[in-house]
């Protein structure tokens, strides 16, 4: 899993990089990391420009990115830009019963908060039963709209309030 946040950490180098220059004397990313009772809580705060509002609803979107595409004549190794590390980072947090969230703000920085169980037992990882009723209920049951995608002929479901 240590993986998966190593790219939020890349990122956040990155986009500082891009936002104050090469040659600029960089700000600090700041990283904390705090093991409460139930939760391990980690912080990892840059001031790489931030993202706008609507950019940042976009970011958990599996192959978007801020950055510029890789190259494609094999000269070198891309360090980012296919759009998988956040999707992929929040997927791992949430499987172990965590969560990753990113609060930023445009023209400044973004910090990125990761939750993780802090006791190794209460992290197993919640995997759905699979069984003849399961499968009839899948297979059989109406399919409905929901946030995730549309049923053909059935419309949107309503906002809820």
Not at 111 to 128: G, H, M, N, R, T
Not at 129 to 154: C, E, F, K
């Amino acid at each position: 899993m240590g993986i998966r946040f190593q790219m939020i950490i890349k990122n956040a180098m990155r986009a500082t990089v891009e936002f104050h220059g090469v040659d600029d004397d960089l700000p600090d990313i700041k990283v904390f990391v705090v093991k409460g009772k139930e939760d391990i809580s980690i912080k990892i705060c840059d001031r790489g420009g931030g993202v706008s509002r609507t950019i940042l609803e976009r970011l958990y979107n599996y192959m978007y990115s801020t950055a510029p595409p890789p190259p494609r004549d094999g000269t070198q190794a891309p360090l980012a830009g296919y759009g998988y590390g956040l999707p992929l980072s929040r997927l791992y947090a949430r499987y172990f019963l965590g969560d990753l969230f990113l609060v930023s703000m445009e023209g400044y920085g973004t910090d990125a908060c990761i939750y993780l169980k802090a006791v190794p037992v209460e992290a197993s990882e919640v995997l759905p039963i699979y069984s003849t009723s399961s499968r009839r209920n899948l297979t059989m049951g109406p399919q409905v709209a929901d946030w995730s995608h549309h049923v053909p002929g059935q419309g949107t479901r309503p906002a809820q309030s």
